[in-house]
């Protein structure tokens, strides 16, 4: 049978390596993050990537290279999107470290972030 129109039209499946049928409960991994039936956890490569970044930028600020406006931005930003996560235990253990300079917080001193 010739290919016509309509057969373009369909999807086509990945080949077997990437298309895998398995349980939800082992999680399946999707923008950034590996979904389960009842939570969310942020994968563990964005975790190392984020704790290497922001220890760049972080550094950065210190050194005077990067204002604090910018680097609060990158900062709540990723808190923005790991929210999306159960990431309270997560979000305070990579931000417990950063301290903050004395008058950078608008109606606060330094301290932890």
Known sequence: ????RIHGLFC????PSRAQVTPTASGIPWLGFV????????????????THRLGERY??????LMPFTEFDAGVRGWIAHVR??????????????????AGDVPGGGGGGA
């Open 1 to 4: 049978m010739a290919p016509t």
């Open 12 to 15: 086509r499946i990945q080949p």
């Open 35 to 50: 979904v389960y039936p009842d939570y969310r956890l942020v994968k563990a490569r964005k975790v190392r990537y984020a």
């Open 59 to 64: 550094a950065a600020y210190r050194a005077g």
């Open 84 to 101: 999306h996560a159960d990431s309270w235990g997560l979000r305070r253990h990579l931000l417990a470290p950063l301290l903050l300079k």
